[in-house]
């Protein structure tokens, strides 16, 4: 008895966090006039299925261009964003120089500025880069700015300092220099915290919205959330093309991230916080 | 530290350099540069021009009907979404915590929400909220319907235009914080918990008496985290509602933005985005002290 009432609950909830994501998919393949039909009947009959909304959303909204710029952008941003951030984070974890301490505190004091903060005068500045002029300059201003994060380095330099000192210390005696130590001993040691930062920037940046609206204005330089939101609110306004280029938008994200997640650590973020 | 430890730092410059360049270039300037235009009359066209203000922006800010607007809206909002949202996530965290894999299945469900991008659930959102016309209504009024509950016009309505954000923000994040809540529940002693269930205590009392004690730091995490993403709020009303009807979901960073773009108003853009630099930089001050006292 009490099996059951914890399955019907169970069924719900997991109703309620799905529906709309259904409801997403199914609705993108109905024809414009049926989506909002909402009578049982109406809804899941023979007729009215069609992929035309794909097509017509892959046209109007150059769905093409935009999937490969986010593609480009967030690849970006996660490789070398990677790359410096584990350089920086291995030095702070096991190198000892001269102002170390201090200045990791100071890395660790940007932990929390927002971005939402910093897109106004960032704006200016990657301006004065000239990070926001043809195509090429746009895609850099969609990506440099963002590749250094204070997060990440924190949180490289825990899993680096919990790695046992051991391997490198052996391979110090083989007589690796600093970079064959970080790149063949150190690196490969913390892959599951690799992914991490990796799954975790994917999915913030494959979802920018503010940054790319203020700086990839040019039609060719578009990401996927401001092509939806330009379809979105710019007339006419076709419910099916919306729907057509918001699962395309999301499966992208949703296969890289069934891709990633088997590298995943669980991060424990709510303990230990000095 | 070591030998080969000293020997290394000769090394470090070369391999801190490119983090701490982008990172002096890309967060420290901006943000000085952002103090230092909120004292100045600097706007979008030629900061460059700027000229000292004194605290002129900041006391603008006081008397400026819409940033004061926004500002109330957004802690409007996080008082409605961190409670439901901490609360909701507790539970799906205890409700979840089994090994099976049905268990870990609908964890996953739970956690769908969370990957998908804001732009994307804003937009979806919309539609699910559509009003009725003409025999044609959202997925939300149809649903109610079966309960009986008449259709509203939920983004259309001021009273209701931020409750109904705020419902679907809880929907999006509360599979994240879950997450973290089951991270947390691994560390509740085990044996505390038997020696509860041996002395009879019923599972409302286990909760209440040793899981959340046990969870404390986790939960005031959860809490501030949750309250920062909250006040961060811009995508969902931006693209939703255009912060209407009537202001009613004017977010503080479009006020911002708006400020920057609209008005160009860059010097009292600034103050205001620092405003809510304090704001935030506050919140998270205040979650170290508390965990502090935890530990001590």
Known sequence: MKKTAAWILSGAAALVFLAPLLWMVLASLREESRIFQMSPGGWLGAEGWTLGNYADAWRRAALGRALVNTVAQVAAICGAGLFVNALAAYAFARFEFRGREWLFAGVVMLVILPV??????????????????????????????????????????????????????????????????????????????????????????????????????????????????????????????????????????????????????????????? | MTAWQRKRGRAAPWFLLPACALLAVFVVWPLLRAGWWSFTNADLLSPERAEFAGADNYAGLAGDARFQRAFGNTLLFALLVVPVQTVLAFFLALWVNRPEPAWRWLRGVF????????????????????????GETGLLNAALGVFGVPPQAWLRDPALA????????????????????????????????????????????????????????????????????????????????????????????????????????LGRACAAALVFLALVGGLTWLQRRLAREERE
């Open chain 1, 116 to 274: 939402e903060v910093l897109a106004v005068p960032m704006f200016f500045t990657a301006r004065d880069l000239g990070l926001t002029g043809g195509y090429a300059a746009a895609m850099g201003g969609l990506t440099v700015p963002f590749m250094a994060k204070a997060f990440n380095i924190y949180f490289l330099r825990q899993h680096f300092l919990s790695v046992p000192v051991a391997l490198e210390e052996a391979a110090v005696m083989d007589g690796a220099g600093a970079w064959r130590q970080f790149w063949n001993v150190a690196l490969p040691s913390i892959k599951p915290a690799l992914a991490t930062v990796v799954v975790l920037d994917l999915l913030a940046h494959w979802g920018d919205f503010l940054w790319p609206l203020m700086i990839a204005t040019r039609e060719e330089t578009r990401t996927v959330q401001i092509s939806l939101a330009n379809l979105f609110t710019q007339p006419p306004v076709q419910w099916g093309d919306i729907l057509a280029c918001a699962v395309l938008a999301t499966l992208p994200v949703i296969v890289f991230f069934r891709w990633f997640q088997r590298y995943i650590v669980a991060t424990d973020t709510g303990t230990g916080i000095k």
């Open chain 2, 111 to 134: 956690f769908v929400p969370v990957v998908v991008s804001m732009p994307v659930l804003a937009v979806l959102w919309t539609l699910l909220y559509q009003p009725e016309q003409g």
């Open chain 2, 162 to 265: 931020l409750p109904a954000i705020a419902f679907m923000s809880v929907w999006q994040g509360a599979g994240l914080q879950m997450m973290v809540f089951l991270a947390g529940l691994q560390n509740v002693p085990k044996e505390l918990l038997e020696a509860a269930r041996i002395d009879g205590a019923s599972g409302w009392q286990r909760v209440r008496h040793v899981i959340v004690p046990s969870m404390r730091n986790t939960i005031i995490f959860v809490v501030t985290v949750t309250t920062i993403l909250a006040f961060r709020i811009f995508v969902q009303p931006y693209l939703m509602t255009r912060g209407g009807p009537g202001n009613s979901t004017l977010s503080l960073i479009q006020s911002v933005y708006e400020t920057t773009f609209v008005s160009q108003d």
